[in-house]
């Protein structure tokens, strides 16, 4: 089976570019389809609500609940002190297995990393080419898998990806994509240094196009077991966890046991950043 763990969905309510105008699949599926990916990960496009834009992609996510995955796109500074609100609507109505977060809205949280945590659901992170978090995040959040998309960069910072690489391989609990690497021999290197358990197979369709991102996967010529692990196999090792807990009933007993009883008035206190409540303190 192979899984493309990085696909937006849906409508966006901006006009700065495609990534927060539309993200029409029609054309994707049709490619999908003939490049033989037989299941997708979908998560928003960029939007200012998106407890609106999970809605949304929950939706076609229980439309064909055996071809897509559902994420939940989190803001980490318009959405503070109701992450754990909009992750538990996405999980328990929706079936979502992760959330997604993109250095464009906000640097990521201790709220979301702590409500990821409790939900035992994995990140996918777009650093925009600050590798550094990652050590934080690894050290921080061991029991938390962070997917860092890009090797860690969509804009083609070969720094930033070469940079990478070495948190890669040295943390159990970060992985990458491959989509939109451009540069194919830091792919090679990535691969050889941290293994391919480490990589995911994405296309960040549907504005690329997932035969050729494919293609690059392909192009690496490894063994089909080793394939076979890039294509899907690492992907459903780290939503095993959260899709055992949704086949249980077991949801609600996780997120009591590490949270408590979650009232309106605890929520935020529980939950929220320390260091951004200590700011609005001091202000």
Known sequence: MIIDCHCHAGKGDGLTGPWDTAAPLEDYLRRAA??????????????SD?????????????GQPDRFYGFAFIHARHDRGRVAALVREAVERFGFVGIKVHRYDARISREICEVA?????????????EVSICELLAREYPQVNFIIPHLGSFADDWRAQHAFIDPLARHPNIYTDTSGVR??????????RAGPDKILFGSDGPWLHPGLELAKVRALGLPPSAEQLVFGQTFLRLISQVRTLLAT????REFKRYFGPVTPSSRSAQLLDPWLVRRQEAE
């Open 34 to 47: 003939t490049s033989g990916i037989q299941r997708t990960v979908l998560f928003a496009a960029f939007h």
């Open 50 to 62: 998106y407890a609106v834009a999970n809605r949304e992609v929950g939706r076609i996510v229980a």
């Open 117 to 129: 945590q409790s939900y035992r659901l994995p990140v996918l992170y777009d650093v925009m080419g």
């Open 183 to 192: 540069r194919f021999d830091l792919l090679v290197e990535a691969v050889e």
């Open 249 to 252: 009933g077991g949801l609600n």
